[in-house]
Structures are given as C-alpha cells and as structure tokens.
C-alpha cells in the first residue's frame, strides 16, 4: 500500500510569514495526526483527526496554527504568522482500522521547517 | 506531559542482542505499550507492541515486567542499519480516541 504523503519536505521562511503543510495519509485510515519534533526531541501531538472532526487540539497553538481535514482524506496544517521557534519537522501520521494491525500509526516523511 | 523514560543513548556492537529499557511507572491497565524508531530523516516507523505478555516479530521482541512498570526492547542481533532513535511510547484510551505519548527517546549507535 501506498504510505503517508507530505508536502513540502523542506520549507524556509522569514519569521511572520505564513506556510502550509499537506497530508495525504494512506486510504481507509480513519484517524489522521500532526505532530511537532523539534530538533533532538521527540514527536509532540498538535492535532488529531477521527474522519474530519477534530478530537483533539489541546497543544495546538490556536492563535497562530490551524488544521483542517476537508472530506475526512487530505489535511492541511498551516501556521501564521510563523515564529523562530516554530522551526521544527512536522509530521503527519494515519492510524490503522480495526483487525490485527490496529492503532499501529504510520508516519509520513516529515515537513522540516526553518524559520528566519 | 511525557509518560516513558529511556535513557538519552546506548551504544551496542554489530551482531550482538541491544537491550533498550523504558520505565513507565504512571502506566494504567488499558495502556499499550508501543515502540517506534526513527531513522535519520524519516518518520518514526513502527516495531512491536503489547499489553501485558511478551511479544515477538520479525523486527524485535517486547518484555514486559510483570507490574507493567517497565518494558524493554529486544534486538537480537544488531545491524549497522539498526542505528536510529528508539522511542517507547504508551497508547492511552480516552473516552472515544487513542493517544499515543512519545518519550525522547533513546539513540542507537551501533559500532562494526
């Protein structure tokens, strides 16, 4: 099966510009998430998707993120206006249904942003 | 409002078994314990998980302690191409969704 799809792979930005990052996670996963990994940390939980509702943003910075998951497939994570430490990868993963592989996520290769 | 502890690196020699240890003392009964690694430049990719009794698969095996405390990953022969960062992470269920809380992880470095 195909994996999970981003874009860009790479992003550099001056600080107070905006950006925007693209998910396609693998088809029939239901549950989509963004994550934040800072360089040398490991992956922080910003966003999680079941179909196109949100059911968790409590560590999404909503002053300056926003997701949005249109028709339960693609996701789009933007930020702006972006900050210095805002510079990180962002990664976004697709959970596996019900059945032996369950909640087993998959990752996609990561969005690495540099902020100026 | 990380969940695991794991030491920040281990080194291991090439063709020999890595124990990687995680403790995870907040653990509750319906937490799954699950292990990941991160390649350079990749996204974590998945190695094993379980509840309560060992586990084994192609990649590794999981031992859990008898409390649920603690696990440890098991390597059985390291490869240069095992190098990555390991992380344990536990699955929590909350109300109607799972949450995943990654630790940070422990670097690999495997010698030849």
């Known amino acids: 099966e195909a994996g999970v799809a981003q874009s860009p792979r790479y992003k550099i930005i001056e600080k107070r510009q905006s950006v925007a990052f693209w998910c396609n996670p693998i088809?029939?996963?239901?549950?989509l998430y963004w994550y934040q990994q800072i360089l040398g940390q490991g992956p922080k939980l910003l966003i999680q998707?079941?179909?196109?509702?949100?059911?968790?943003d409590s560590q999404l910075p909503k002053d300056r993120f926003s997701a949005e998951r249109l028709k339960g497939v693609d996701s789009t994570l933007k930020i702006q206006p972006a900050k210095l430490e805002d510079s990180a990868v962002y990664l976004c993963?697709?959970?596996?249904?019900?059945?032996?592989?369950?909640?087993?996520?998959?990752f996609g290769a990561g969005s690495r942003l540099t902020v100026l | 409002d990380a969940k695991t502890t794991q030491p920040n690196s281990m080194e291991s020699n090439e063709e020999e078994p890595v124990h990687l240890p995680c403790n995870h003392s907040t653990i509750s009964g319906t937490d799954y314990i699950h292990w990941y690694r991160q390649l350079p430049s990749q996204g974590p990719e998945y190695v094993i998980h379980g509840l309560t009794s060992n586990v084994n698969n192609r990649m590794a095996s999981l031992a859990i302690a008898e409390d649920r405390k603690s696990s440890t990953l098991i390597l059985h022969r390291a490869t240069l191409r095992d190098a990555a960062v390991y992380y344990c992470?536990?699955?929590?269920?909350?109300?109607?969704?799972?949450?995943?809380?990654f630790g940070s992880g422990t670097k690999l470095n495997v010698k030849p």
């Open positions: 993963a697709s959970r596996s249904p019900g059945g032996s592989g369950a909640n087993v996520l998959t």
């Open positions: 992470i536990l699955r929590v269920s909350l109300y109607n969704f799972n949450k995943f809380y």
């Open positions: 088809s029939g996963h239901a549950t």
């Open positions: 998707f079941q179909n196109n509702g949100v059911v968790d």
